[in-house]
């Protein structure tokens, strides 16, 4: 008995849907592991790895998000501008209270395969740091996070 392997093209992904993950407490690498399976399509029975098929995903209260362990103070983020001494370095703590979203995104795009391919999915990822978004037509499934231990 032979098995054949299906291979999903682009023109065949299935209609996306838009989930909705509310971050409020939850630790940030749980959320963006869960948003990067959704965003790959591992959700899904026809998942193919080089094919962007994931569901959009909506992230409220992203500001909310909170680090285990001493990682809001010992976490650093390194940003370059190109110049000569460029480098600017943040501790976790200072970006979420800066640029909330940012941390999110980051760590959703770690977890991404690099490339075209993994540019694509991020643009699916709309976070937002309040409990609002613009997103209400699309009427959105929400998504539970296990909060850990």
């Known amino acids: 008995m032979s098995q054949t392997n299906f291979q999903s093209k682009e023109a065949a992904v299935q209609s996306r849907r ?4 509310d971050a409020k407490g939850l630790p940030v690498g749980r ?3 869960t948003i990067a399976s959704i965003v790959r399509g591992k959700t899904k029975a ?3 790895p080089h094919v962007a098929g994931g569901d959009y995903v909506i992230v409220v209260n992203a500001d909310k998000v909170v680090f285990t362990g001493n ?3 010992q976490k650093v983020y ?9 480098v600017r370095e943040r501790t976790a703590e200072k970006l979420l209270q800066e640029r909330p979203a940012e941390v999110l995104r980051r760590a959703v795009w770690g977890m991404l ?3 075209p391919l993994g540019r694509d999915m991020l643009t699916q990822v709309k976070i937002y740091k309040g409990s609002a978004h613009p997103h209400k037509a699309q009427a959105p499934e929400a998504v539970t996070v ?3 231990k």
């Open 113 to 115: 395969p690099k490339g």
């Open 18 to 21: 838009w989930k909705l993950i």
């Open 78 to 86: 390194r940003d370059h501008s190109g110049y000569f001494g460029g």
């Open 46 to 48: 026809n998942f193919t």
């Open 71 to 73: 990682k809001a103070v």
């Open 31 to 33: 959320v963006a592991s």
């Open 146 to 148: 296990k909060a850990g």
